[in-house]
């Protein structure tokens, strides 16, 4: 299983980016897709799931309300709207996959497989 985070960049405080997680090597039935991020000096928050069977999705009370987690189940793509971002927004961005659940969770041990992150910096 591979996933690829992309869409990262610099982007002033109140603007938007979309990240995308392409996954391949994986049916996206009875999977749930989950947004984490690290910046630096702080440990790894996961911030949105999706389940790709029901579209279940949990936000993390630091994103909720301003980012939007999608999936294309046909691409095999989850997105990562962003808007209103803040400076606090600034990390480094991971898409990750578990397996085998119909679980919304953003709890880091479920994951297992982890993509190459993507780095988000938001001006004040």
């Known amino acids: 299983v591979q996933l690829q985070a992309s869409g990262g960049g610099l982007v002033q405080a109140g603007g938007s980016l979309r990240l995308s997680c392409a996954v391949s090597?994986?049916?996206?039935?009875?999977?749930?897709i989950a947004w984490f991020r690290q910046a630096p000096g702080k440990e790894r928050e996961g911030i949105a799931c999706?389940?790709?069977?029901?579209?279940?999705?949990v936000y993390s009370d630091s994103v909720k309300g301003r980012f939007t987690i999608a999936s294309d189940n046909a691409k095999n793509t989850v997105f990562l709207q962003m808007n209103s971002l803040e400076p606090d927004d600034t990390a480094v961005y991971y898409c990750?996959?578990?397996?085998?659940?119909?679980?919304?969770?953003?709890?880091?041990?479920?994951?297992?497989?982890w993509g190459k992150g993507t780095l988000v910096t938001v001006s004040s």
């Open positions: 990750a996959a578990d397996f085998d659940t119909v679980e919304a969770t953003t709890s880091i041990r479920n994951y297992d497989a």
């Open positions: 090597g994986l049916t996206f039935g009875n999977s749930a």
């Open positions: 999706i389940v790709s069977d029901n579209d279940d999705t």
